[in-house]
């Protein structure tokens, strides 16, 4: 038997309205000035209340032209350029940029200049999560991460001060080395920062890993298959949250990681707790490349002394000798000689696979450059994983992606 | 390889009251309120500056107060975003440096350009410019942020130098024209 309405008129009302909100959604813009899109990145979404039922990343707010600008310098002056890709992780940057460089040209970097460069990359790694960690914390809530892993990572940047002369700004490698070698007792500073790095960083990661608040914003949040992770191009944390072992410093070594023993830290579920968890892991694990590289960090070069087309001479030579004098004239104004030729190199970076594709027709100049960004290829998911998540959960979503737009937009 | 897989095991029922969360969170506060600060009161305090710092590109005097650039050009060239303006000048015949025969007649910085990458100090075959420890430039104008010769000069001071190397070739003039 059909209800009947007691009150006619109030229950056609009653649906009508509901009829009218009924269907009806709203498009709201996250970005690209938002504290929690951590740079410019701006998100188009469609909601039905709470519930996101579409989100469209919008990029190309930093667009800086980067690749473009690439082909009109030579490849030492480009240096500067890789900074602000990933400029959380500078130092990465630079040794992926000239170990693709190098590449091309088959050079032999010594053993000295590759261990400086792993311990500039884990010391990168550990201050690019560092930030990543404390930025998720302020986006779900906990402020106290921020400043503590502040605090270390300024201990990171005293060390990348000393070591390059600038904090943020490395520029440090040069094609077929590094612009200097590292100073006088650097490594056991190093050495000390790890040791009293690693309790420091159990204290912080103890402040969220077993906290209710934060498992609530973190756990099943944003949930990425493992098919989905490898479908969509998905690299670093992001894909090793989703329980993919894909790291590139053990399946594709480069400069000299495979003489180090480290462990990949997997997930198992692919959601924002795993890819936090995957991040905490992988810092104490750099600590453990980093010391094994500091206790047998070899003497000998720091650059590669036969690449007399490629490495600028020593300072003291120039200003002495008439050839040394015309090679560094040479190799400033017309670039390090690189054989014509084409590469492709990815290295590990702290947000995921960087990689460089270089074309060259030979001298000093690339012909054409392009890079892929793991930020960016990391953000194709976003389309996906946002559908059906709440408001709140996307900024929990994006926080775990641990994105940054230099590299995105580039 | 090693894989590991992160360990994530379910709240316990007390860590789902959220009570042993708040108080180790408040022991790890109480701990750190009676550490010592690990911040600066800039500007009174200032921070210690390494050696090899990439602060201010400056230029340079050598200890017999002879301005070291020979404006050729090098940085200007290098400087991966323009920041540096030379015009080349003259040595006249009859100054001490004749045998130099180049200096530069302007040499400009643009602050608002220059970003600290320090390849100019790199590439310069007379170690006439040089990034020092001056890291906090400041200006009301555009005009203010360029540095010109004088000013680089002023914050450049004087350098030690090993090599004198154009007294060497004076000196090699010299014993060339008593043969
Ligand atoms: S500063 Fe050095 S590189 Fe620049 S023009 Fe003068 S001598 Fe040449
Ligand atoms: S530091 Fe770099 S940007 Fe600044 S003037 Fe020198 S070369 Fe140019």
């Known amino acids: 038997m059909p209800t009947e309405h007691v009150f006619p008129e109030a229950g056609a009302k009653a649906a009508a309205a509901a009829q009218e909100f009924e269907g009806e959604k709203m498009s709201l813009s996250m970005g690209p000035s938002h504290p929690s899109t ?5 998100l188009q979404m469609e909601i039905d209340g709470e519930v996101l039922t579409k989100a469209e990343p919008i990029l190309g707010y930093l667009h800086r032209g980067d690749e473009k600008i690439a082909e009109n310098m030579t490849y030492n002056q480009f240096v500067p350029y890789t900074d602000r890709l990933d400029y959380l992780a500078p130092l990465a940057n630079n040794v992926a940029y000239a170990i693709a460089v190098e590449k091309l040209a088959n050079l032999e970097i010594p053993p000295r200049c590759q261990a400086i460069r792993v311990i500039c ?138 003489q180090y023993e480290f462990d990949v830290p997997v997930g198992t579920k692919g959601d924002c707790y795993d890819r936090y968890l995957v991040r905490g892991e992988e810092m104490r694990q750099s600590v453990r490349i980093i010391k094994q590289a500091v206790a047998k960090f070899p003497g000998g070069d720091w650059y590669a002394k036969d690449a007399k087309k490629i490495f600028a001479p020593p300072k003291d030579k120039v200003l002495s000798s008439m050839e040394e004098l015309i090679h560094n004239f040479m190799i400033v104004t017309e670039g390090p000689l690189i054989p014509p030729g084409e590469v492709y190199f990815e290295a590990e970076n702290p947000k995921g696979i960087l990689g460089f594709y270089i074309v060259s027709k030979g001298g000093g100049v690339p012909w054409r450059l392009k890079i892929r960004s793991p930020s960016f290829c990391n953000l194709s998911i976003l389309p996906k994983v946002c559908v059906g998540a709440m408001i709140s959960d996307v900024v929990s979503i994006l926080g775990s992606f641990d994105f940054v737009m230099g590299e995105c937009d580039r | 390889m090693a894989v590991i897989q992160v360990d994530r095991k379910p709240l316990t029922f007390a860590e789902r009251t959220y009570i042993p969360q708040i108080l180790s969170g408040l022991k790890t506060t109480w701990k750190h309120l009676r550490s010592t600060a690990v911040t600066l009161e800039y500007p009174e305090q200032r921070p210690n500056i390494p050696p090899g710092y990439r602060g201010v590109p400056t230029l340079v005097k050598d200890p017999h ?70 890291y906090s430039m400041t200006g009301y104008t555009r005009e203010e942020m360029v540095n010109h010769k004088d000013k680089l000069l002023e914050l450049g001071g004087t350098l030690p130098d090993k090599h004198f190397k154009w007294e060497k070739k004076l000196h090699a003039e010299q014993e060339g024209n008593a043969h």
């Open chain 1, 121 to 258: 990359c884990e010391l990168a790694r550990i201050s690019s999560h560092l930030m990543g960690l404390g930025a998720y914390g302020i986006d779900v809530g906990a402020w106290t991460v921020f400043l503590y892993s502040f605090t270390e990572r300024e201990k990171l940047y005293r060390l990348f001060e000393e070591l390059t002369g600038a904090r943020f700004t490395t520029s440090y490698t040069r094609i077929g080395g590094v612009s200097r070698d590292v100073p006088e007792g650097w490594t056991d500073r190093v050495n000390a920062f790890c040791d009293q790095f690693l309790p420091i960083l159990e204290e912080i990661l103890r402040l969220l890993t077993r906290n209710k608040i934060f498992t609530d914003r973190t756990v099943d949040i944003g949930v990425i298959s493992k098919d989905d992770a490898v479908a969509y191009g998905l690299t670093g944390p992001n894909l090793r949250g989703s329980g993919v072992a894909l790291d590139l410093r053990k399946d594709k070594p480069y400069s000299g990681y495979e």
């Open chain 1, 38 to 42: 951590h740079g410019v990145l701006r």
């Open chain 2, 65 to 134: 107060g002879r301005e070291k650039c020979v404006s050729c050009q090098l940085c200007e060239f290098v400087c991966p975003p323009k920041a540096i303006r030379i015009t080349p000048g003259e040595i006249p015949p009859g100054s001490p440096n004749r045998q130099i025969e180049k200096a530069p007649q302007a040499f400009d910085i643009d602050m608002l350009r220059c970003i600290y990458c320090g390849f100019c100090q790199e590439v310069c075959p007379e170690e006439a410019i040089f990034l020092q420890n001056q």
